[in-house]
């Protein structure tokens, strides 16, 4: 296959990166995603919508997130490291990023009741969260599987006052409560918003939950200027389940060429396990949740459950953007064992005082087999506390 040279990573106006993205859908579901399909720009740049999720982003998320200097875990490894510190973001993530825009735009389409998906529950939680803030109805499907396993942010989500509906069918997984979710959309589609909570389904999601998250690489920015006179580093590295944290990190990087991108997917007990997340290394095309991308099947187009320590991780497909920067090659692409990742998040604990999530810490553990330069500045994005990991982390040391 013959892949001309890109110059652009973002999505093209019909939702396509290269050969993935789009938008596959029932025809009943195609009102609700052409309402927002055709508004969703026009919105996001109107000054009153910039002005409130702005001030939102700064009062009540906590934004801008430092960009910290790790200076004994740069010393371990020689080179130069910083930290995004999305760790520090209300609700301990990146995720609240999107959330906080989705629910502005749900406001501004006049709908005032929120559907969304969850697996681990954190995108549980942060939809939850702002709809407590704006007072909006909150429905999150969730795996009756996942529901037993994740028991805390089930107590959160109700907390705050949102509704959650178990889905029954299939694996009781987070692609069961997905399909939920959509049933939901097609038949509430007048006054319902179904907020995503990664770079992934049918277009517009990839590329408005981008733009939410392009905050990241716009504070990386300016911080970077002032610290070491200049914008851009030498790579910017971010660990990748549906691809949310890293495309917010990527973004303003994407079409610079002379900054290395590197994406880490989760290897799970190893690659040749048939326990992995690794959805680059393993993926095939195919269409999941409304999107052209690459994703873990059998050889008849079944898709494969996936398998990671992290909840966050554990999805057997990666937003189209990211399948871009694999086919490209624009993108490194690294696979992380749930062992590797394990260590360096203790071994941040241990260097830093900053305990990360198990999603971050695969970006972390990428030093012990990629060595970089004495001079190189490396970007990480940390994009979220380990509060939420602990139980995981005292069975994995026996601490
Ligand atoms: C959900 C989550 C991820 C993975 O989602 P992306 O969309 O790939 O960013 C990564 N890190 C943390 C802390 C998460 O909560």
Partial sequence: MITEPQTNYQADDRGYYGDFGGAFIPEMLYPNVEELRSQYVQIMQEPSFQKEFN???KDYVGRP??????????????????????????????????????????????KNRIIAETGAGQHGVATATVCALMGLECIVYMGAIDIERQAPNVARMKMLGATVRPAMSGSRTLKDATNEAIRDWINNPVDTHYIIGSVVGPHPYPDMVARFQSVISEETKK???????????????????????????????????????????????????????????????????????????????????????SAGLDYPGVGPMHANLFRTGRGE??????????????????????????????????????????????????????DKDLNTYIEYFKL
């Fill in 223 to 309: 911080q970077l200027q002032e610290v070491e006179g200049r914008e851009n580093p030498d790579y910017v590295v971010a660990c990748v389940g549906g691809g949310s944290n890293a495309a917010g990190l990527f973004y303003h990087y994407l079409d610079q060429p002379e900054v290395g991108i590197i994406a880490v997917e989760a290897a799970g007990k190893g690659i040749d396990t048939g326990e992995s997340a690794a959805t680059s290394a393993l993926g095939r095309e195919g269409i999941i949740h409304g999107s052209k991308t690459l994703l873990m099947q059998t050889p008849d187009g079944q898709i494969t459950e996936p398998y990671s320590i």
């Fill in 55 to 57: 001030q939102l982003l």
């Fill in 65 to 110: 997130t430092p960009l910290y200097y790790a200076e004994r875990f740069s010393k371990k490894y020689n080179t130069k490291i910083y930290l995004k510190r999305e760790d520090l973001c209300h609700t301990g993530a990146h995720k609240v990023n999107n959330t906080i825009g989705q629910i502005l735009m749900a406001k501004r389409l006049g």
């Fill in 333 to 386: 692409f690294i696979s992380i064992t749930d062992d590797d990742a394990m260590q360096a998040g203790l071994e941040l604990s241990k260097l830093e005082g900053i305990i990360p999530a198990i999603e971050t810490s695969h970006a972390l553990a990428i030093f012990e087999e990629r060595k970089f330069k004495p001079d190189d500045v490396i970007v990480i994005n940390l994009s979220g506390r380990g």
